[in-house]
């Protein structure tokens, strides 16, 4: 017997039509003999709905914040009525959508009356959409006779109290996973799990960050020792590149943990970056498949890195970041500088994208998201006041029409020439490349070019990948 953990994102579960897909393809697969977890995001939508309700309520739009909850309320009835016949399911869960979204009615009138938004509150808020949808899509497998029951993340994932980004404790996680999940799972029960969300020691709630589902989805599969974790979404699998930016764009069959890593990192919406990381050192296979079109073998994603004929595999893009140079002849041979320059960007809150530094060391530049740029600049001259005045450092320059593109693929590695022909095909294209960094494992080559060159730049270097992937 088999044990699979499948996570059913926004759009898998937004609607009606989409949550009845859900419940065949569970039931199909119980039928074969697994055991199936299932882990749920938000309705599509409602996550940003709560998110603007807690501003809401914060600035006193009283109207606002209920208005919300109508709709919620409306919503999630209505698409029950439709899955779940009258009886005793449905009237339960009824009453628990009107009981969690009381609660979160109460929580708007406190930050209402404080006139506050804190990190805390606004996951305890964010974190009611997974608590509806999971309580939603538990009915509607109960309908379809499978044993069913809905279950806060926060009663097994437990992390640390940095809201909005939490990390879990990965011990004291698999502590209760094994004691409250697992006997469960035995029993014959498919548990439904909220995405996204934890809870501290003391049981605040907590959420992972956005698009932080699929992670949750990983964590599961990993502490249950899933065979297989399977990310249900509104897509084929993952694809050489962004279809929107070139029609051209075909499923990959095959890529490896770390080229997918690198994907997700740079711009590809299919997974989140911290998805590989619980499941890398138990090899669970991920599948990215399509709840739409569920007879779609999708993308497998594993351990190897399977050799490609392509000199690359996927190209990827990421907008709106801003390109921040640090440059003076004094920083020549001065200790320090960039890592005082690092430290300044961590303490403005701003993750750092891609780093590019020239031999001389007269500078270098990175990139960071463009809403904390002007905060890092700033950051960064206080903390090199001195050298500022000294002239040792003699600007921080922050350009903010640029993009990163980064060529995939882990049959890069080792094969002479392959940044010679992506360098070859920019210039063949006379798109100017302002930066460029390539990691250590030669799986990715990532460049900064011109925000108004990103669409030639992707279907240039996206005919690379082309080559050799089944039309």
Known sequence: MKTITMKFGGTSVGSPEAIANLVNIVKEAREEGNRIIVVVSAMAGVTDQLLNSVKMAASGNKWGYLSTASKLRDRHD?????????????????????????EYTEICHAVSILGEETARISDAIVAYGERLSSRLVAAALKAQGIEAAAFDAGDFLVTDDRFQNATPLWDETQSRI???????????ITPVITGFIGATRTGTLTTLGRGGSDYSGAIFAAASN??????WTDVDGVMTT??????????LPYVSYQEVGELAFYGAKV??????????DKAIPIRVRNTFNPTYPGTLIGELGAPSATVIKAVTS?????????SGKGMIGVPGIAGRTFHATASAGASILMISQSSSEQSFCFLVTDTTADAVKHNIELHLAAEIA?????RVDVRDDVVIITAVGAGMSGIPGVAGRVFSTMGNNRINVIAIAQGSSECSISFVVAESDLERAVIALHDLALESVPA
């Open 226 to 231: 899933s065979d297989e974790l399977v990310i």
């Open 78 to 102: 209505d698409t029950l009525n439709i899955l779940v016949p009258p009886g005793d399911v449905r009237e339960k869960t009824l009453l628990q959508t009107k009981t969690l979204l009381d």
């Open 242 to 251: 962004d279809p929107r930016v070139d029609k051209r764009a075909r499923v």
């Open 271 to 280: 997974l989140h970056p911290k998805t590989v990381q619980p499941v890398l």
């Open 178 to 188: 094994d004691s409250k999940l697992m006997p469960a799972l035995a029993d014959g």
């Open 390 to 394: 000294t002239r040792d450092i003699e």
């Open 318 to 326: 990421i907008k709106k970041v801003s390109l921040l140079t640090v």
